[in-house]
């Protein structure tokens, strides 16, 4: 078999950069060029470029030079409200790159992996499975369903449809979970929503989930969660229980409570059972103590 050739894009997200820490660490030994935005990788040694994802022609360039084998889509414009507010970006950045990433892809036979998400539904339906239609309440998450659309009928091809994904990027990043991290263990008060619920996953277990998913030769479409449905309020309750907290400073309040430019679903869980069934050994783990340190 050729070698494999790994090229990631969002290299530098909480996601990609645990992916591209597994692959530098794997041993098959891949060639990875991680593709980053603002920030870097993380991982000395790997190969990598910032590029901006609206630009669609070095988009093509880098597939054409590098020649991957394996492409791993995590890029995108995820903050709600900017996508929101700048919706012609959200468009290039969403839609229009995941389309010239599988042109380009499909051109050389290259496997393409392409990171969804939850909020592609409204939330009034859950737990949601595969087969259950996408009816987004936001502008990112129409973006995402029309990047998915564009892929249906491509050869090796996988859209892998992620929930909320917590735990601690390999590169230093802030997110909004070390935000509250760190606002627990100062003591800081935290206002949580006790009335939106997702499936969340480990940093680690959906980087080793996307991995295996790679390699795998599964088309269409599949939907990893987590074992626990979980507000945002017991999500952060349980890590200031495994951190020994016994008076955290959480607030309770309901989604309904602050303004929004767009309406925020009630419950995006997802349904994990043919997940699980497909790939056992990689099925994500509940919320434990290790999730809380660097992996």
């Known amino acids: 078999m050729p070698a494999?050739?790994?090229?990631?894009?969002?290299?530098?997200?909480?996601?990609?950069?645990?992916?591209?820490?597994?692959?530098?660490?794997d041993d098959a030994h891949p060639a990875v060029f991680a593709l980053t935005g603002r920030q870097d990788a993380g991982t000395p040694g790997v190969s990598a470029q910032r590029v901006d994802l609206a630009d669609h022609e070095a988009l093509r360039a880098c597939v054409a030079a590098f020649r991957p084998t394996h492409v791993?889509?995590?890029?995108?414009?995820?903050?709600?409200?900017?996508?929101?507010?700048?919706?012609?970006?959200?468009?290039?950045i969403n839609t229009g790159a995941t389309r010239v990433l599988a042109e380009a892809s499909d051109a050389i036979g290259a496997r393409l992996v392409f990171s969804s998400t939850d909020m592609v539904f409204d939330g009034e339906h859950a737990p949601y499975s595969e087969t259950d239609e996408p009816h987004p309440l936001s502008h990112y998450g129409r973006t995402k369903v029309a990047?998915?659309?564009?892929?249906?009928?491509?050869?090796?091809t996988l859209v892998v449809r992620m929930p909320l994904l917590y735990g601690l990027p390999r590169n230093g990043r802030e997110t909004t979970f070390t935000s509250q991290l760190?606002?627990?263990?100062?003591?800081?008060?935290?206002?949580?929503?006790?009335?939106?619920?997702?499936?969340?996953?480990?940093?680690?277990?959906?980087?080793?989930?996307?991995?295996?998913l790679t390699r795998s030769d599964l088309t269409g479409l599949i939907h990893l969660a987590?074992?626990?449905?979980?507000?945002?309020?017991?999500?952060?309750?349980e890590c200031a229980r495994l951190?020994?907290?016994?008076?955290?400073?959480?607030?309770?309040?309901?989604?309904?409570?602050?303004?929004?430019?767009?309406?925020?679903?009630?419950?995006?869980?997802?349904?994990?059972?043919?997940?699980?069934?497909?790939?056992?050994?990689?099925?994500?783990?509940p919320l434990r103590a290790e999730v809380l340190s660097p992996v």
């Not at 935290?190 to 619920?197: A, K, P, Q």
């Open 4 to 25: 494999e050739r790994w090229l990631i894009t969002g290299a530098s997200g909480q996601l990609g950069s645990h992916v591209v820490r597994l692959l530098a660490g």
């Open 243 to 285: 951190l020994g907290l016994e008076h955290p400073q959480l607030v309770q309040i309901s989604r309904l409570a602050l303004a929004a430019t767009e309406p925020r679903p009630a419950d995006l869980s997802l349904d994990g059972r043919r997940f699980a069934a497909l790939f056992p050994h990689l099925v994500p783990g």
């Open 182 to 212: 760190a606002a627990l263990r100062s003591g800081q008060p935290l206002r949580l929503f006790t009335d939106e619920f997702r499936t969340p996953v480990w940093l680690a277990d959906a980087a080793r989930a996307v991995m295996g």
């Open 226 to 237: 987590g074992p626990q449905r979980l507000s945002r309020y017991e999500l952060v309750a």
């Open 147 to 156: 990047a998915e659309r564009t892929l249906v009928g491509l050869a090796h």
């Open 72 to 92: 791993v889509h995590l890029g995108a414009l995820t903050a709600v409200g900017a996508c929101h507010s700048r919706p012609a970006d959200a468009e290039q």
